[in-house]
């Protein structure tokens, strides 16, 4: 008697390569929506991967920071303007390059009390309307705006106005070009990750 093994069904979704550790071999998030990963999205995340792990010791300067300005203020009776003003451009650095680590984690907020309900296919069509149509728009017109608004700043060696403040705040102002540059970067490989489930193109590579 010869044995059968059961066909799986059609909407069954394929066999992860993902880890139990949050990383699949490449060292790349494994994210509970299991989108299938293509070559393009892959190098992407990578990048954001590589700035984001390397901006997050920003964190450590900020605490390091926070400390030397309340030693300063407490223990010598000193106020310093440009130590409060570095504690407020980490934070602001931290922040926003973060958003494009977090969108490749997938850790940003969701609506999950209704996401968590649906199917890939739905949650991946919602995913790909709100990309198209919300995050990537959003992020280009920041873009768009925020680079002449960077020259001007440049242009003008701009400083901080508060006596004892910064110089060259242009250099806190690029930021924002840098991180909705990720941001749109970020929302390029989701997309990339959709339309690979959703019509096989990019070529997913599970």
Excluded at 27 to 46: C, F, K, V, W
Excluded at 78 to 98: D, H, K, M, N, S
Excluded at 107 to 133: I, K, N, P, Q, Y
Aim: charged share 15%.
């Amino acid at each position: 008697m010869s044995e059968t093994t059961p066909a799986h069904s059609e909407s069954a979704p394929p066999e992860s390569p993902y880890g139990d550790d949050g990383r699949d071999a490449d060292g790349l998030p494994a994210e509970h929506r299991m989108l299938p990963r293509t070559r393009p999205s892959n190098a992407i995340d990578h990048v954001i991967m590589r700035v984001g792990n390397a901006a997050s010791w920003i964190w450590a300067l900020l605490i390091v920071v926070i400390i030397t300005n309340v030693t300063v203020r407490y223990a010598f009776g000193r106020a310093t303007v440009w130590l409060e003003e570095l504690q407020l451009y980490f934070y602001a650095i931290g922040f926003i390059v973060g958003l494009s680590y977090a969108i490749t984690w997938d850790r940003h907020v969701r609506v999950d009390a209704l996401a968590e309900r649906w199917s890939r296919r739905t949650r991946a069509w919602v995913e790909l309307f709100g990309t198209v149509f919300l995050l990537l728009p959003f992020s280009g017109a920041i873009l768009v705006e925020a680079v002449p608004y960077v020259r001007t700043s440049f242009t003008l060696n701009e400083a901080s106005s508060s006596p004892g403040g910064l110089p060259h705040t242009w250099i806190l102002k690029s930021f924002i070009v840098w991180g909705f540059g990720l941001i749109f970067l970020a929302g390029v490989s989701r997309l990339l990750r959709c339309t690979a489930l959703l019509f096989h193109r990019p070529r997913p590579l599970w």
